[in-house]
């Protein structure tokens, strides 16, 4: 059984730092697409970050390029998203993705929601201005 389970949210000042974590068990396929979705109050869940953990495609969100950054550990078999120079904006849950398109076939398949097949429940990021 596949579980993703997400920590490292929590409450920050715009420009402020915080590092998110996705610990995955009962999955361990590095060829396929892993990602980061936000969904801000009232909005619909986007692609914030995506990577091929096999490889080094990664995908960003316009709205994180250059603050946010996507990693992967394959020996601890967990997610990572350093988030950077925080925004008010950036502020919703987030949640970890796994079981995406092989190698991340596409940026804008690897954004997507759709794509995905394992979420986590989420962790709640708070930046305030």
């Known amino acids: 059984q596949v579980r993703l389970v997400e920590s490292g949210g929590g409450s920050a000042q715009a420009g402020g730092s915080l590092r998110l974590s996705c610990a995955t068990s009962g999955y361990t396929y590095t060829r396929f697409c892993m990602a980061w979705f936000h969904q801000g109050p009232g909005n619909e869940r986007e692609g914030v970050a995506a990577?091929?953990?096999?490889?080094?495609?990664?995908y960003y969100g316009d709205s994180v390029k250059g603050r946010f950054t996507i990693s992967h550990d394959n020996a601890k078999n967990t997610l990572y998203l350093q988030m950077n120079n925080l925004k008010p904006e950036d502020t919703g849950m987030y949640y970890c993705?796994?079981?995406?398109?092989?190698?991340?076939?596409?940026?804008?398949?690897?954004?997507?929601?759709?794509?995905?097949?394992?979420w986590g429940q989420g962790t709640q990021v708070t930046v305030s201005s």
């Open positions: 993705a796994a079981g995406g398109d092989a190698f991340c076939s596409t940026r804008t398949r690897s954004l997507a929601s759709y794509s995905y097949k394992h």
């Open positions: 990577i091929y953990p096999g490889g080094v495609e990664r």
